[in-house]
């Protein structure tokens, strides 16, 4: 990629890639909960989806707004863009052209939003490498199994020792090392393991891959049933208790409030005292922009 290039897409918000490179890992839910805190937080956030065959954030959305409309009911949206995939018969005419699309989609953006949040495909592709250059944060969520694991490196079945480094830790790296030649702003990696066991398989051998990749543990959350019910209709852990019952049980859905809000201070984005005020004084104008004005309150 050229360094030209780079430069143009560099002029973005705060760069929130959300990648793996293993499916079923919670990348999407994930994507989804940090744009919608994000906007709850009184920020303005972008969401981008790479994903052409899938496009799980795309339909996320999607439900969001239809069911908002449903209910008549204001919800949180990001300002959603989607890359379809594009043809041709020339390796190097189809990753200009996803580019292209690419820097389009950074300026639509660049000057309404303070967060960009893109969610990436499974699998390798051009674009998502592209991507991982760009990056302020990388936000990697993995389940509590030596599969996803391998994602971040082999483990030898004898010792449980980490033997070498995986295929997207590799690809992270090779990102985070060709950044610094261009631009030297930190790129702050975290890795989220969801859904661990009792006690937990993966966790033990992080601290080790930590130190050797360069990346923050933070947690994560429980295997919950209410994310899966909340997707269906664009929900959150973050929205209304009220909209979320619908879904599921409010147990459930309470304790997937506390784990979500907890893990958006673990991440440690920066959110500024400014986007919170903000967040404060479009709450108190949503609830009570039917009620009539007062006499008093206008004097």
């Not at 969001?64 to 949206?77: K, N, S, T, Y």
């Not at 790129?187 to 930590?210: C, F, H």
């Amino acid at each position: 990629m050229q360094y030209g290039a780079l430069r143009g897409l560099r002029s973005a918000p705060h760069v929130i890639v959300v990648g793996s490179g293993k499916g079923g890992s919670g990348k999407t839910t994930l994507a989804m909960h940090v744009a919608i805190g994000l906007l709850r937080a009184g920020q303005r956030v972008g969401t981008l989806d790479l994903d052409a065959d899938q496009c799980g954030l795309t339909r996320y959305v999607e439900a969001r707004e239809q069911w908002a409309h449903h209910r008549h009911i204001d919800l949180e949206l990001p300002q959603h863009s989607q890359i379809p995939e594009a043809s041709g018969t020339r390796t190097d005419e189809i990753e200009a052209l996803e580019v292209e699309w690419l820097q389009q989609a950074v300026e639509r953006v660049e000057s309404s939003c303070d967060f960009l949040v893109i969610d990436t495909p499974s699998h390798d592709s051009y674009l998502t490498r592209v991507v991982h250059l760009i990056a302020d944060t990388i936000l990697t969520p993995l389940r509590d199994s030596f599969l996803d694991l391998c994602a971040l490196g082999l483990i030898d079945p004898l010792t449980q020792e980490v033997t070498r480094t995986g295929y997207y830790a590799t690809a992270v790296g090779a990102a985070r090392k060709r950044r610094r030649q261009l631009d030297p702003a930190f790129v702050d990696w975290v890795v989220i393991v969801n859904g661990a066991y009792d006690p937990p398989l993966v966790t033990p051998r992080l601290a080790e891959l930590a130190m050797r990749l360069g990346f923050r543990d933070v947690g994560g959350c429980a295997e919950r049933a209410v994310y899966r019910r909340l997707f269906p209709l664009g929900l959150t852990a973050f929205d209304a208790p009220d909209e979320i019952t619908l879904a599921t049980c409010q147990g459930d859905s309470q304790l997937a409030q506390q784990e979500m809000r907890a893990l958006m201070d673990r991440l440690q984005l920066p959110v500024d005292d400014r986007g919170v005020r903000r967040a404060a004084a479009r709450a108190e104008w949503l609830r009570c922009k039917d009620k009539p004005l007062l006499l008093e309150e206008i004097i």
